[in-house]
């Protein structure tokens, strides 16, 4: 069964700096999809970024960057020139892309981000 | 082009009783998720479901837990019997069609209370 972990509970960053949230999976499978998500106080789940696993060149959205490494089944997320609606809880999520896969996601347990003026 | 629509937002219901949580999909969706969260924990997949069909319940307790997605109307996420570990936040989520490579759009989540 393929598991992911977050295991950075909770991080803090100035604004206008950068932070990385660091994320791991582990899985068998070599076709699937990685993803990072943003939930905000208000609860709403906010796709942040993602990844396909085939795809070597590390995805990009704006001040959003992710350090993919397969081999080490690793997952970071970069936030550049933070801002203070960034602050929110960050989520690493996993997708089988087999055959009969769904878009059954597994999540992490969160990493809550703070945003410091 | 409204998103995915939970009601209620919060629901609180005393133990024994029945929970029936409500999910709009995004207009033209026939996909649905149900995901629930519990404190301190990230989602957790409960159920998939196409109009009238559940695809896959791997994720949804045996006992007490039930979900449907009729034809015409929401898909309803039903508790008979809560107990306090139910309390937690149940989202939904749909897409338009089933390859992974789909987007999946969530709903703000139902906070469900059990006293």
């Known amino acids: 069964a393929q598991t992911v972990t977050q295991s950075q509970p909770e991080m803090s960053v100035q604004e206008a700096e950068t932070v990385t949230l660091s994320c791991t999976y582990d899985?068998?499978?070599?076709?699937?999809?990685l993803f990072w998500y943003k939930q905000p106080p208000s609860r709403q789940m906010i796709l942040v970024i993602r990844?396909?696993?085939?795809?070597?060149q590390n995805a990009t959205e704006n001040r959003f960057s992710v350090n993919f490494q397969k081999a080490a089944k690793s997952f970071s997320l970069k936030i550049s020139d933070s801002q203070l609606g960034d602050a929110a809880m960050y989520f690493c999520a996993y997708r089988s892309d087999y055959g009969g896969a769904t878009n059954k996601l597994i999540f992490g347990t969160g990493t809550l981000l703070a945003v410091q003026p | 082009n409204a998103g995915v629509m939970q009601n209620p937002r919060h629901l609180v219901r005393r133990r024994g009783q029945e929970a029936r949580l409500r999910c709009s999909p995004v207009?033209?969706?026939?996909?649905v998720y149900w995901y629930r969260q519990l404190p301190e924990e990230g989602l957790k997949f409960m159920v998939y479901l196409q109009k009238e069909n559940i695809i896959d319940e791997s994720g949804m307790p045996k006992e007490r837990f039930s979900a449907e997605f009729p034809k015409e109307g929401p898909s309803i996420l039903r508790i008979q019997q809560v107990v306090r570990g139910d309390s937690a936040a149940y989202f939904c989520?749909?897409?338009?069609?089933?390859?992974?490579?789909?987007?999946?759009?969530f709903g703000s989540g139902t906070q469900l209370s059990v006293l």
């Open positions: 899985t068998s499978e070599s076709d699937y999809y």
């Open positions: 207009k033209g969706h026939s996909h």
């Open positions: 989520a749909s897409s338009l069609r089933h390859p992974t490579n789909e987007k999946l759009f």
């Open positions: 990844q396909e696993a085939y795809k070597q």
